[in-house]
């Protein structure tokens, strides 16, 4: 083709030299061919690779991290649109530093998350997401995109950007996740390719069905070259995850004189997972025939959907409903002396116990407050409908006016939505526990599965599980999201070579204005009671219908659950229709006395805490310069390049919300007018909920270093240093606050004699002031790269944080009178410092089929100091998590100290095959669980996954993959005492994934 050459040259000179703005489609014609100016500048592309097998890919990924203007390492596509993982996020674990969590939730260990759910960097939390260099965002109250929700079919590779250079789009402390795509010209000429799987998970027995179709064409014309590309992928993906739970443990009569440390009870669960997801990326390119102007033009649509229906038994967490002589058949392990547990869930008074519980039978004589005797048990039925949908629509124009200098223009429109229903139904079974810890009473690490055992030996009359006079109706829960958020954003940039062998090589200045607007509407989980003792009576299960039966077959593959199987629970039917639960709990008549309001599910529902609107305008503006040179005297005769320089943002804020202030009785209980000396107090509360827009600004300075010495032909030494900023949530930013008097009286409560004084009011909830995270980075490394897929790369860093958002009080004024708020604030900093190591291989000079072997290895070490756990909610009312760390915490959530990847490969003719482990050390889940109130650890944990294809002719190819080989068993531990004492609190696991695949390239 006559423009190929042509564009190949312009291309590699704007990969080289030039700074490409970000945005999530245009990309690809620099990184893979022509990226997008922002991130891809920092990245040379030499050549015009089509990855076909694992050596290319692992060359094409190390070229990228030996040629970058800064720290980064990359994944790339070992065929066309395939990742060498399953899901983005699982490719992702394998690059050195990062890490995924396996939980749906941070401030919830309860639910497990089969494909992974957020990004860690070095540690921290504060990762930016991109497309194509671009940002890229799901509408949710976060930053970063759901990576979870692309499809991995549709990107290319992604490169993980550990420091920053003057052009690239501030926002990420940690690091900078670049899903990229691809773009007609990465291709020589026409290129089709069709794949087609399934997948079976071993727990759920259920085949999922995934495919992907792509086509790339180009032409030469009298008018330029053009290049079309098109890929569609749909995947889905039915597994399971099955939990085992112990609850905390607190003081109780051993019946011998003494206090015996023991669980309330004890948890099974299992979740079934029905995820969908549908990408579609389409993309245009124009070429001039001298090759000065490339037009790119990018269209990414990403439509994600996960239902989730969960069958719980969970253990009445209340310590306090059956204290006393409740256990038989006891046995006990001593305690060292001094070992403490909390009085109660709301009470962590240290209680000196004297022993463990080991084995028994935990049930209670006593009816208790909610009138039966034995264990109360909910019987949850939950169903979890979330959607979430990501397009991006963007325009990319590259123009070389001369050979010295060059243009980019870029434009970008994001729009995101997200929807949640999570609705609840709990039927309430009162039973004995029939619980054996075993070795892990002892110790938890490396213990066997503690045994449970549900029956009905104190429960008056019933004759199994399944009988419906043993169950009663208890409560029921709903909770939705809808937000919707958008984004424009331009960018300008020029460069400007400078003459040949002289120490400056470029200059390149550019701007970049971006305004994103997010509408959140989220509320709050909403529990009430359907039928309760102490709410007027129970309604039997069998009453009224809309009961069933469940199983837990083959629960935690057979290790754990003993004796009845089978209980009752509200129908998946029911609770999976909100408007006939609804129309059943409210107007049936069945529950006279219930105490759940529902939400109601519409955009109309969302109360005023309920909905924040932010919107948040930035303009940056940069300069950098690059120089270097080869064979530098000063520098003992090394070749020396790199770049410095600065960037400049504005950002400003504006949050509309509401004010509420909060009714106080004692403004109408004289003579229906307010207590004496509370009349200024009442009259600022009778405003009520009033409408206002909180702003907001500031101006960040960004320099940034970068120092590439090449020591020899093999060794690179690299040095970095920048100044950094991530954003907080824009959930976090929300204008809501909830205003409420902070009264004293003295005297008799309710005689003549009290009085009554006004302390000040107390503020919670969002905070439009909040400031961006700031941190100063150090990078070094020494890379030695000895052959096309051979290095072996060593890297430390440290990175001094001030401005942490964290939960904290602060001073407001509220008209003339000084309040104290408490909510997301400015008010931590600290450090995180360590080092990778990273080594790959093919070894071809080992004879015969033998030098098809090879290895890739890294590991990271991480350690922080002083770096608060956040303690804040991004969407509750209150600002704040629903409850505090109740120990002094070390350790910062998420931070895993160790962490490794190993990878054993093999690649000839025909055959792929990988064999990869991946593990990391034990880390925080969250300081306070929003179920136990305590700080919850996973423990050390890994997975083996292996793929193997074969190519049967040079266009098609079959291959079997499979993940969690091993089943994992994902374990938890709960901290319940200050001296850091952990005991087991949960062990999840889920399927087997065994994927057969097959693809046809023409």
């Known amino acids: ?327 038989s058949d006891l046995t006990s392990v001593s305690l060292p002396g001094g070992t403490t547990v909390p009085f109660s869930r709301d009470d962590v008074s240290p209680v000196g116990v004297g022993s463990l519980f080991e084995s028994g039978v935990i049930s209670s004589e006593d009816a208790g407050w909610y009138g039966f005797p034995g264990v109360r048990i909910a019987n949850s039925t939950r169903v979890s409908d979330t959607e979430t949908v990501t397009s991006d629509y963007s325009m990319n124009l590259k123009w070389a006016p001369t050979d010295r200098l060059r243009a980019n223009f870029d434009m970008q429109y994001v729009d995101s939505t997200v929807k949640n229903s999570d609705i609840s139904v709990f039927v309430a079974q009162p039973l004995d526990i029939a619980l054996n810890l075993g070795d892990c009473a002892t110790g938890f690490t490396g213990c066997g599965d503690p045994t449970i055992g549900y029956d009905l030996s104190t429960r008056s009359g019933g004759a199994s599980t399944t009988d419906p006079s043993t169950a009663y109706w208890r409560a029921a829960m709903d909770h939705f999201e809808d937000s919707e958020g958008d984004e424009l954003a331009l960018r300008a940039d020029l460069e400007y070579d400078f003459e040949d062998g002289g120490w400056f090589k470029s200059v390149r200045v550019g701007g970049r204005f971006a305004e994103r607007d997010q509408l959140t509407r989220w509320s709050n989980y909403n529990w009430g009671n359907l039928s309760e003792a102490w709410a007027g009576g129970v309604v039997d299960a069998g009453s009224v219908g809309n009961i069933e039966e469940f199983t837990f077959d083959n629960f935690r593959r057979g290790d754990v659950l003993t004796g009845a199987d089978t209980f009752l629970f509200a129908s998946e039917a029911l609770v999976s229709d909100y408007r006939a639960l609804v129309d059943f709990t409210q107007n049936s008549g069945s529950f006279p006395n219930e105490g759940w309001s529902p939400h109601g599910g519409t955009r109309a529902d969302f109360g005023p805490e309920q909905l924040s609107d932010t919107v948040e305008t930035t303009m940056a503006l940069y300069a950098r310069v690059d120089f270097g040179q080869d064979n530098v005297n000063a520098f003992g005769g090394i070749d020396v390049e790199g770049n410095y320089g600065l960037r400049i943002v504005n950002t400003e804020i504006d949050s509309n919300g509401f004010t509420n202030y909060q009714s106080e009785n004692r403004c109408f209980t004289n003579g229906g007018g307010p207590e004496v000396g509370l009349g200024e ?125 964290s939960s904290g009080s602060t001073s407001v004024a509220i008209g003339n009178i000084s309040s104290q708020f408490t909510g997301a604030t400015n008010s931590g900093d600290g450090n995180v410092k360590g080092f990778e190591l990273a080594y790959q291989q093919f070894y071809d000079f080992l004879p015969g089929a033998l030098s098809g072997f090879g290895m890739q290895a890294n590991y990271t070490y991480v350690d922080q100091s002083r770096i608060p756990n956040s303690a804040i909610s991004s969407v509750r009312t209150n600002g704040v998590a629903d409850f505090t760390e109740p120990f002094p915490i070390d350790s910062l959530e998420r931070l895993s100290k160790h962490t490794f990847n190993i990878v054993g490969l093999y690649e000839s003719d025909e055959i792929e095959a990988r064999l990869a482990y991946n593990w990391r050390s034990d880390f925080l889940l969250t300081a306070a669980d929003v179920i136990t109130r305590l700080p919850v650890y996973n423990e050390a944990t890994g997975q083996l996954d292996a793929s193997f294809k074969y190519k049967i002719t040079p266009q098609f190819q079959v291959g079997v993959q499979g993940v969690n080989l091993l089943s994992e068993i994902t374990e938890t531990t709960m901290q319940f005492n200050p001296q850091g004492d952990r005991f087991l609190r949960s062990r999840f696991e889920n399927d087997r994934r065994i994927s057969l695949i097959g693809s046809f390239t023409f």
């Open 1 to 327: 083709m006559k423009n190929t050459t042509t564009y190949l040259n312009l291309q590699q000179s704007f990969a080289r030299n030039l700074l490409r703005g970000g945005s999530i489609a245009i990309l690809a014609a620099a990184t893979f061919s022509t990226a997008s100016f922002a991130q891809d500048a920092a990245v040379d592309e030499e050549d015009e690779v089509v990855a076909t097998g694992i050596r290319q890919s692992l060359q094409r990924a190390q070229d990228i991290k030996r040629d970058a203007d800064t720290f980064v390492d990359s994944i790339t596509a070992s065929d066309i649109g395939a990742l060498p993982d399953r899901s983005v996020l699982e490719a992702l674990q394998r690059v050195p530093g990062v890490s995924i969590s396996r939980f749906a939730a941070g401030d919830d260990p309860d639910h497990f998350s089969v494909e992974g759910s957020g990004v860690v960097i070095r540690g921290l939390s504060y990762v930016r997401s991109e497309f194509n260099g671009r940002d890229a965002f799901t509408a949710n109250n976060g930053r970063a995109l759901g990576f979870a929700d692309v499809p991995p079919e549709l990107v290319g590779g992604v490169d993980v950007f550990k420091n920053q250079t003057a052009d690239m789009i501030e926002g990420g402390i940690s690091g900078v996740v670049n899903l990229k795509t691809l773009v007609p010209f990465d291709r020589p000429g026409r290129v089709a390719s069709v794949t087609v799987e399934g997948t079976y998970t071993d727990l759920a027995e259920e085949w999922s069905p995934s495919g992907s179709a792509q086509f790339s064409d180009r032409w030469d014309t009298k008018n330029g070259e053009f290049g079309l590309l098109g890929n569609i992928s749909y995947s889905n993906l039915k597994s399971r995850s099955d939990g085992s739970q112990i609850s905390p443990l607190y003081p109780y009569d051993d019946g011998a004189g003494g206090t015996i440390a023991a669980p309330s009870g004890a948890n099974i669960r299992t979740q079934f997972f029905d995820r969908d997801r549908l990408g579609v990326a389409l993309a245009g390119q124009w070429a001039s025939n001298d090759g000065s102007t490339v037009l790119t033009g990018q269209f990414i649509r990403s439509e994600a959907s996960n239902v989730w229906t969960e069958r719980g038994m969970v253990s009445e967490e209340d310590p306090n409903a059956r204290r006393g002589n409740f256990f």
């Open 681 to 805: 107090v009442c009259e600022t509360l009778a405003q009520g909920s009033v409408e206002n827009v909180a702003s907001n600004s500031f101006v960040d300075f960004l320099p940034s270093f970068n120092l590439k010495l090449g020591l020899s032909d093999e060794l690179i030494m690299r040095f970095a240093a920048a100044r950094s900023i991530s954003r907080p949530d824009v959930g976090s930013l929300r204008n809501f606050r909830n205003i409420r008097a902070d009264i004293q009286s003295t005297g008799q409560p309710g005689g003549p004699s009290e009085t009554f004084a006004f302390n000040r009011f107390i503020v919670d909830g969002g905070n439009p002031d909040l400031r961006p995270v700031k941190a100063n980075k150090i990078d070094a490394s020494l890379e030695y790269y000895f052959s096309d897929v051979g290095s072996l790369t060593a890297s430390v860093f440290y990175q001094e944080l001030e401005d942490i958002i």
